[in-house]
């Protein structure tokens, strides 16, 4: 018998291990706590709302069931809102990342003032988004300076954000210039930690830059594309305020996206219980893509630690 | 020793906390802060209101009252977020659309008895037309503050300059009808300006055009608000001199051009007399007010109307109807008659109006104003008004391009929005 386990010993109750422990716990309390009270107890309350009837001026609260999941599979409008939020996402994720890449292979360049550039490029990203979409809804009006630059080509532009067939792609372009430079940056971050000595091997064995690219560049910094393409998605099914201000849905429900529509059923139609379901719904499809795209790390990230 | 000492001490403590903390709760009890929600934010109306406020505070010096202006463009789902989250105002404006949601839904407190109750309270000269939209079984639940006939601003040095007939001289002639208001809109449009403005629209708040499409006799929908009234031929027929307007004529500012009248760049604008405090004191134009020209029903007049009411989920029911019934009297409202024609009919002439309106003439007042809400019917609304609005605007979207087919637009419009009108 050990004399641990001795039963006269008289074991310290603050050992080093539960110290460590406890100091551990108070790191992560208010994280912990935050996570609690502003995500997990909301989750919930939107799951108990979900299952009710909230009419907001009648002061009502009712259960209701699965009622309002019925619903949701019967709306007619929620094919084209889950279309629109599609095409919203592929759009800012094919854009965003290869111009963010693009832009960091530029930026990775030694050369006189490349901070001022690499500065100048990351600025949108701390601009308050709704100045921002404001002062790109002025652009991009029908007599806005968008239009005043093409006229100055001799090109009749579009009414940008009024016709089916601009209205997204003007969306997504102000999206993807106000955050590319964040992914830029990201990018940034993992080329320079690629070992130069790769790059001088490929060299001397003559291999071309694309090559380099192709077989160094992409797989060192896969961890990194990983985390940004999940990033990004995540952030473009979330998509509200440049709804909100450049189109309000429109025109028709072209632009109208999952987070635009149930805020509109919620806070606009006072169906909050609804709007609820929207939010599960929205949260089952974030989820759900952030597993998939988590799982695929093992077929496409390499290096991971 | 030690535990007598901190027995004392917490006695002293308690001592001088315990007589603060009563006399706080009594100071908390006492005072009333009420909240107004508002979508002006124009000062004039705000120095109005906050004068009010003052008067009020005289006989109740513990109640202050604030004013919020919340956006007009989402004033009422701000509106009911803020009552979603436990947030709700005291008071607030309501407009004429929504109306029937707030009234049918026990949001609102109910008021006759409250009104009737003060003294020198003479709810019986609130005229009946003024508050039918605003009354349940009889019993009113909001103050109808502002009872607004759509009526026309012109830039009459644009006009002139631009070689066209200025309004008041096609009224003279006996020609005031859209189609010439159109064309002396036309005509500054062409000289670089621009012309008709109807103010609010912007493509997208629809029922701001009911002050035009009336002329024609269409309305969104029936009187019973049953039957979608966009694909009838008189909205077909009013929507296709719109669609020429904006599209060919160049007479009406498109989708997607900022235009204001009040700064000078357009020739006329349709909207309420409440914005005659918009126009520029610095470098001024002149300018005149009219009716709404005639259309192929003659001479018509719409009315936008917005409502006072207490919330029955504010904090301080009792006092915001005191303050609602103070901000209403007769006094009140003649002083609020310089922004908002009144719906006191001892307060609805030539004299009262002229003397809180000094940039109107009598002539103007009589004819716009006066004329204007005792022939006037209130902008429709209905139940789950925003869902219909919504559902609109997205198909009336089409038809704000070049090439729209007018009809087979209406007639989508009428599809989308008919299973919503059955409700």
Known sequence: MSASASPNSKRPFWTIARRDAAAGYIFIAPQLLGTIIFVLIPLGLVFYYSLHEWNVLANTFTFVGDANYQLLLRDPNLPQVLWASAVFSAGLVVLNMSLALLLAVLMDQKLKGIVVFRTLFFSPVVVSLVAW?????????????????????????????????????????????????????????????????????????????????????????????????????????????????????????????????????????NFFGYGSTLSILLFLIVAVLTFIQWQMRKRIVFYEN | MTHISNLKASAALAGILLPLAFGG????????????????????????????????????????????????????????TQIAGGNAPDLAWIFE??????????????????????????????????????????????????????AMFANTDLITAAGAKTPSELIAAGEWTWENALASAKAVADAGKDGIVIRDFNYQNWQNLTAYFRAWGADAWSADGKTCGFNTPEMVEAMTVFHNAVFKDGSLPGPGENVDFFTGDAAMTVTQISRASLLPKEDPFNWELVPLPAGPVGTYSVVGQAGVGVLSSGK????????????????????????????????????????TNPLLTPEQIENVVINGISTGNVVAGHTNYAQIQQTVRAGLDALWVADADVAAVLDNVCTSVSPLLMR
């Open chain 1, 133 to 269: 979409t404001i002062v790109w809804s002025f652009l991009l009006q029908v007599n806005g300076g968008i239009n005043g630059l093409l006229s100055m080509i001799g090109v009749e532009g579009p009414n940008w954000l009024r016709q089916p067939g601009t209205a997204m792609i003007s969306v997504v372009v102000v999206q993807v210039f106000k955050n590319v430079g964040l992914n830029m940056i990201l990018f940034l971050a993992a080329l320079q930690g690629a070992p130069k000595e790769l790059y001088e091997a490929a060299r001397v064995d003559g291999a071309p830059a694309f090559k380099q690219f192709r077989r160094i560049t992409l797989p060192m910094i896969s961890p990194t594309i990983l985390l940004t393409s999940i990033i990004t998605i995540v952030g473009s099914l979330q998509v509200f305020a440049q709804i909100a201000i450049l189109t309000k849905g429109g025109p028709g429900v072209s632009t109208t996206v999952l987070v635009y529509y149930l805020y509109q059923q919620a806070f606009q139609f």
């Open chain 2, 25 to 80: 709760v009594a100071w908390a009890q006492d005072a009333v802060n009420l909240r107004m929600t508002t979508w002006s934010a124009n000062e004039a109306h705000m120095a109005l209101f906050n004068g009010i406020a003052e008067e009020f505070k005289k006989t109740h010096p513990n109640v202050t009252v604030t004013f919020e202006p919340l956006p007009f463009d989402n004033y009422t789902t701000t509106l009911t």
């Open chain 2, 97 to 150: 659309t929504s109306a029937i949601d707030f009234v049918s839904s026990g949001a609102l407190v109910p008021l006759t008895e409250r009104f009737n109750a003060v003294e020198g309270y003479n709810l019986a000269d609130v005229t009946e037309s003024a508050t039918a939209l605003w009354r349940r079984d009889g019993e009113l639940f909001a103050y109808p503050f502002s009872t607004s006939p759509f």
């Open chain 2, 316 to 355: 301080n029911v009792d006092t915001a109807v005191e303050f609602l019934a103070f901000f209403t009297n007769a006094e009140n409202s003649a002083k609020l008659a310089s922004f908002f024609p009144p719906a006191r009919a001892s307060l609805l002439n030539t004299v009262t109006l002229a003397s």
